[in-house]
């Protein structure tokens, strides 16, 4: 017993060590970032009392880096103090706002490395906000920005919804906040095949599970794969069911290849209504059903589906990164 005893005491202490070390890091990312920023203020300062900006500005940071890395050692060449006046520069506009007030400087400085290159001010605030709440690495966001996330999510918002994703973020509050219109699947390395299979689709995707659920977005656990489910004596299997911890809604989600057809929507109803009456609870939202496609027609969409469908719907995947450009005049033409 006593063997015992120890063991769980040394795992306990073990566990406090690596907690304690993850708060230190945190800690110390953050004063680190503060520091920067303030060291940034101290060059713009004092670049403001030159004569002639530019030039006095090279010779200020080239002096500063001689000293600093004589005496601190890396971190401190030209290039790293400019990229330090920049950061000031760039989030010294906006502290007078109330949302970037609280969450500013809760990321590393790798983060605001990469943010700072964003320009559109209110695309910038998006994945700040985005990376802070859902604690994505810098590869995360990395990916959440080439896959153009900000500029899908506006796709399907008024002028309105647009401005609040820079002032708070993705909100969930209902069915349609889940949904993309289109998926970004290039993770799946699926763009080089001329030809694969539904049942391809499906294993890549669950062996890319944790990437899939960061395209995805928030709130979303995984459940299982062609889960079977049984009526009227028929066996019938949905390709991924999920759960939205945030709807408190199950997620089906199926895979079509080519163009999504009108049977499709239905046998998807089918799915919705049978989880809806035999697998939710009471104090569980209605179902969700989304079917993946590589094409469809919304005039179909919409004449198949009811006309208050707040549960089903069908966006495309594509498995190339998409060009920003194109959805941006997307984007355009749906304010118009």
Request: a negative charge; proline letters at 2%; charged letters at 30%.
């Amino acid at each position: 017993m006593s063997e015992i005893v120890k063991t769980d005491l040394a795992e306990r202490i073990e566990q406090l060590i690596e907690e304690t070390k993850k708060r230190t890091v945190a800690t110390i990312n953050t004063a680190m970032v503060y520091t920067y920023y303030e060291i940034g203020r101290m060059i713009v300062e004092e670049e403001q009392k030159g004569k002639l900006r530019a030039e006095y500005g090279k010779a200020v940071l080239k002096e500063l880096s001689i000293r600093l890395t004589n005496k601190f050692g890396k971190g401190f060449s030209v290039e790293n103090l400019d990229r330090m006046r920049y950061f000031y520069k760039t989030y010294s506009k906006t502290n007078s706002s109330t949302v970037l007030t609280n969450l500013q400087f809760s990321l590393s400085w790798s983060h605001y490395l990469k943010l700072m290159r964003i320009d559109n001010p209110e695309e910038r605030k998006f994945y700040e906000i985005e990376a802070i709440e859902n604690n994505w690495s810098l590869r995360e966001l990395q990916r959440q920005f080439d896959s153009s996330l900000y500029e899908r999510l506006q796709l399907s918002r008024d002028k309105e919804g647009i401005k609040e994703l820079s002032q708070k973020g993705q909100i969930i509050e209902k069915a349609e906040d889940v949904v993309k219109d289109p998926y970004i699947l290039e993770f799946l390395g699926l763009q080089e095949l001329p030809q694969y299979s539904e049942s391809e689709l499906e294993q890549r995707l669950i062996d890319n599970l944790q990437t899939f659920l960061l395209e995805l977005g928030k709130g979303f656990t995984f459940v299982g794969r062609q889960v079977r489910f049984t009526f009227d004596e028929q066996h019938f299997r949905v390709d991924l069911v999920f759960y939205n911890r945030l709807l408190k809604a199950f997620v089906l989600i199926d895979l079509k290849r080519g163009t999504l057809k009108h049977q499709d929507l239905g046998q998807m109803q089918m799915y919705v209504n049978y989880y809806d009456r035999f697998v939710k609870t009471e104090e569980e939202n209605p179902t969700i059903g989304i079917l993946l496609c590589t094409d469809k027609s919304d005039a179909i969409v919409e004449i198949t589906l009811p006309k208050d469908n707040n549960q089903i719907f069908a966006s495309k995947y594509q498995t190339y990164l998409p060009s920003k450009e194109e959805l941006k005049q997307l984007i355009e033409d749906n304010l118009k």
